[in-house]
């Protein structure tokens, strides 16, 4: 079956830097994306990585190893506002996300 | 630019009452629509999605019904909502498979839905 794998939740403190890891298993694949969600909203994208090696985009940056089956996201300067779920979502080869449950980050003062 | 925008955002409905969500998106032509379900503390269920007008995928079986009845128009409906249809919608679209964007997904505002 396919399968979307990330910690449940992750506690940080403000400033600092956390790294969320994803490890998947698709028929497939044709991109990974990451998505950010607050409570109570709906989740807003973040990255997309379909080539191996490290994207950046100001304080966040999304990793792949696709012969791994790996991603992460690198959140750095940890702010309050960071406090948010982190979905990792995998396109598998039919076009179809797969989605993880989701990490739910506590930003600590 | 392109919007997405589903309504309305929240609504207490009866067991055994009717379901009608509508989803709208601008600034974009024959795009890829979709209904996802998240429970609360749980992950995105993908409940429908739609490549065109009149065609639907269902992905899960239950008691609800999605129809698109324009290009830009997506409806969740249900004839008798049951308690365990509670939850948090989401409707979605996406561009072409293979597309510069990569088929990202982007979300509308949500609905929260609660049966009682």
């Known amino acids: 079956g396919q399968n979307i794998d990330q910690p449940t939740e992750m506690t940080a403190t403000e400033g600092a830097i956390v790294q969320i890891n994803c490890t998947y298993q698709t028929s497939g694949f044709n991109g990974l994306f990451w998505y950010q969600q607050h409570a109570g909203e709906a989740p807003t994208f973040l990255s997309y990585n379909v080539l191996d090696g490290l994207e950046e985009k100001g304080r966040f940056s999304s990793f792949l190893s696709r012969s791994k089956g790996y991603s992460y996201l690198l959140l750095k300067e940890l702010q309050m506002k960071d406090s948010a779920s982190y979905l990792c979502a995998v396109r598998d080869s039919n076009y179809q996300l797969i989605w993880g449950a989701g990490t739910k980050l506590i930003i600590k003062p | 630019s392109q919007t997405i925008h589903q309504w309305p955002a929240t609504l207490v409905q009866p067991v055994g009452s009717p379901l009608s969500l509508e989803c709208t998106v601008e600034?974009?032509?024959?795009?890829?629509l979709y209904w996802y379900r998240q429970a609360a503390g749980r992950g995105l269920q993908l409940l429908f999605y739609?490549?065109?007008?009149?065609?639907i995928s269902s992905e899960v079986p239950q008691n609800l019904s999605a129809s698109r009845p324009q290009d830009r128009q997506f409806i969740l409906s249900s004839k008798k909502l049951l308690l365990s249809d509670s939850g948090f919608y989401l409707c979605?679209?996406?561009?072409?498979?293979?597309?510069?964007?990569?088929?990202?997904?982007?979300f509308g505002e949500g609905s929260w839905l609660t049966v009682v």
């Open positions: 979605a679209w996406s561009g072409i498979p293979g597309g510069n964007s990569g088929n990202t997904i982007y």
């Open positions: 600034g974009t032509s024959n795009p890829n």
């Open positions: 739609s490549v065109g007008i009149g065609q």
